[in-house]
T-cell receptor, first 112, second 112 residues
């Protein structure tokens, strides 16, 4: 049972464009939704995170949009740069458990 | 600060062999985690330790054991390795379950 569904699996965006990655979840007990960025050969690193009491959070060029009623959240990367090329994972954590449940990842390529 | 360190970086085992993956953190974090990452699968939680002296199963614990040696160190043991355990293993730590998880660089394990 996949509790966090992520799409698309891969994405190619032109430099300066907007990259959008979507995630959907079923478990209404999830109360924390982080996005991780991973470069080849490295461990994941936290990019930005949101809790369900807000609908949007912005940090620099990165924005999370959260729709509690639809049980969906998305990552928007504005003015995408070649250095943003990486794999991105959405994740969620239940209020009553430890550890994170991850989506399957999106391989993002920003073309110069 | 080194953050989260893992040893070894790479390992090749034969089916049935045993080995221990080591993880240490220097951030004085209470919680530590072991995940495995497989192509197209995202990261899945194997075991976690909410505090020194406690360990609990995650999503995919079968075939693994863990030891929280002290507050800094959390090891993962494969008693009898199987080809299905070929994966990249990541250790992570956090101040508490409500805090950001910091990941190590990973151990790439191949079981022949």
């Amino acid at each position: 049972q996949q509790q966090v569904k992520q799409s698309p699996q891969s994405l190619i965006v032109q430099k300066g464009g907007i990259s959008i990655i979507n995630c959907a979840y079923e478990n209404t007990a999830f109360d924390y939704f982080p996005w991780y960025q991973q470069f080849p050969g490295k461990g994941p690193a936290l990019l930005i995170a949101i809790r369900p009491d807000v609908s949007e959070k912005k940090e620099g060029r990165f924005t999370i949009s959260f729709n509690k009623s639809a049980k969906q959240f998305s990552l928007h990367i504005m003015d995408s740069q070649p250095g943003d090329s990486a794999t991105y994972f959405c994740a969620a954590r239940s209020g009553g458990a430890d550890g994170l449940t991850f989506g399957k990842g999106t391989h993002l390529i920003i073309q110069p | 600060n080194a953050g989260v360190t893992q040893t070894p970086k790479f390992q090749v085992l034969k089916t049935g062999q045993s080995m221990t993956l080591q993880c240490a953190q220097d951030m004085n974090h209470n919680s530590m985690y072991w995940y495995r990452q497989d192509p197209g699968m995202g990261l899945r939680l194997i075991y976690y330790s909410a505090s020194e002296g406690t360990t609990d199963k995650g999503e995919v614990p079968n075939g693994y054991n863990v030891s929280r040696l002290n507050k800094r160190e959390f090891s993962l043991r494969l008693e009898s390795a199987a080809p299905s355990q070929t994966s990249v293993y990541f250790c992570a730590s956090s101040e508490g379950r409500n805090n950001e998880q910091f990941f190590g660089p990973g151990t790439r394990l191949t079981v022949l």
